[in-house]
């Protein structure tokens, strides 16, 4: 079993709906999450960081960490084409872990 | 636009040339680190430098050959790569330890074997 669990997809939703992107984790000392973003050929965009459980909102963005349940979510509000991407969840243990743990990424497309 | 700057941005070399893959980033970052993604796969982490140190080598071939000359800048060594070792490799930058680490990533550098 993998340490963290992202569903590849892919993910085909219209233009002004609510998409959600979710992972799972095995590992309980996990206590730091991350959401990047990855256009195609281009590098990991750092999109939401957030530590420990409960939610973080950042414009159409909203991350929210479940540790009793180990799971992690990424909402995306009004989704616009330009959202189409890949989507990368990412977590590590403690503060001076250098060692991030992704999941496989779900790649997202907008259709207009 | 990401301040973690790599160049050059596509590369193709034969088995038997050497070449490098510069980085650099001015965000006052002490660790700097090395992945390498293959297509629809995650970033697989090669090195980690702290403080200008190698701290992790996650076991990787010795044809590749990371070097960190000061904070700001980090290079990959290639030599002797397999047509295998085609992907894209990634710079990235963090504080050492700062409340977590939050990973900054550059645009890649597009590797092809021949």
């Known amino acids: 079993q993998k340490e963290v669990e992202q569903d590849p997809g892919p993910l085909s939703v219209p233009e002004g709906a609510i998409v959600s992107l979710n992972c799972t984790y095995s590992?309980?000392?996990?206590?730091?999450f991350m959401w990047y973003r990855q256009y195609s050929r281009k590098g990991p965009e750092l999109l939401m960081y957030?530590?420990?459980?409960g939610n973080k909102e950042d414009g159409r963005f909203t991350a929210q960490v479940d540790k009793s349940s180990k799971y992690i979510s990424l909402f995306i509000r009004d989704s616009q084409p330009s959202d189409s991407a890949t989507y990368l969840c990412?977590?590590?243990?403690?503060?001076?872990?250098?060692?991030?743990?992704f999941g496989q990424g779900t790649r997202l497309t907008i259709n207009p | 636009d990401t301040e973690v700057t790599q160049t050059p941005k596509h590369l193709v070399m034969g088995m038997t040339n050497k070449k490098s893959l510069k980085c650099e980033q001015h965000?006052?970052?002490?660790?700097m680190y090395w992945y390498k993604q293959k297509a629809k796969k995650p970033p697989e982490l090669m090195f980690v430098?702290?403080?200008?140190?190698?701290?992790i080598n996650e076991s990787v071939p010795s044809r590749f050959s990371p070097e960190c000359p000061n904070s700001s800048l980090l290079n990959l060594h290639l030599h002797a790569l397999q047509p295998e070792d085609s992907a894209l490799y990634l710079c990235?930058?963090?504080?050492?330890?700062?409340?977590?680490?939050?990973?900054?990533f550059g645009e890649g550098s597009w590797l092809t074997v021949v």
């Open positions: 990235a930058s963090s504080h050492v330890q700062v409340g977590g680490n939050t990973i900054y």
């Open positions: 590992n309980s000392a996990f206590q730091y």
């Open positions: 957030t530590y420990s459980s």
């Open positions: 990412a977590m590590s243990p403690s503060k001076g872990a250098q060692k991030l743990v």
């Open positions: 965000m006052g970052h002490r660790a």
């Open positions: 430098y702290s403080y200008e140190k190698l701290s």
